[in-house]
């Protein structure tokens, strides 16, 4: 699989994964929103190019009170997501080429307030999806939210 070129399906308008992350985001914006005062640590997991998050912080209210992190594996997205991230000003993101799956990614800003992992379940075997599960909730704080 080429995951840089995964992405060219948001392009489409009325493409499914254009819809799914518009749910997405949907679901960052109301956990944002919903989050308590304070500081808000934000990971995510496998980020692909980072737009579900970056598109909603960049224009959301709590926008300076995120400090995130985003993993992923392919350096030409992660180069496209700091790419977004300076766009938008968002100063307090990090983005790490990295594997996901070492713990040690996010062992500063775990417990987090939101954990994405999007675009995972897809393409994992089920009892990596299992385990994936069970560390999620580690890396998410209690009443935290995982999507
Ligand atoms: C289906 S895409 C999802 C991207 C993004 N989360 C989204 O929903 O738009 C899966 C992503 O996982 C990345 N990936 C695969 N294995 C990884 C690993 N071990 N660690 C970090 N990223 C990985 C791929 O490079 C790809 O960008």
Redesign the pocket.
């Known amino acids: 699989m080429d995951?840089t070129a995964?992405?060219d399906k948001y392009d489409q308008t009325d493409h499914w994964m254009t819809r799914r992350?518009k749910t997405?985001q949907a679901h960052i914006d109301a956990a944002l929103s919903d989050a308590p005062d304070g500081e808000l640590q934000v990971i995510?997991?496998?980020?692909?190019d980072g737009?579900?998050l970056l598109e909603v912080l960049a224009g959301h209210p709590r926008r300076d009170d995120v400090r995130a992190r985003l993993?992923?594996?392919?350096p030409r997205?992660t180069a496209a997501a700091v790419e977004r991230a300076e766009r938008a000003g968002l100063q307090r993101v990090e983005v790490a080429t990295?594997?996901?799956?070492l713990i040690d990614q996010y062992e500063d800003l775990a417990p987090a307030d939101l954990v994405?992992v999007?675009?995972?379940f897809g393409?994992i075997t089920d009892p990596d999806i299992e385990r994936t599960i069970a560390a999620c909730n580690q890396l998410s704080r209690a009443g935290g939210t995982v999507i």
């Open positions: 995951w995964w992405h992350l997405v995510s997991l496998c980020a692909g737009r579900d993993v992923e594996l392919d997205n990295a594997d996901a799956a994405l999007c675009g995972v393409n």
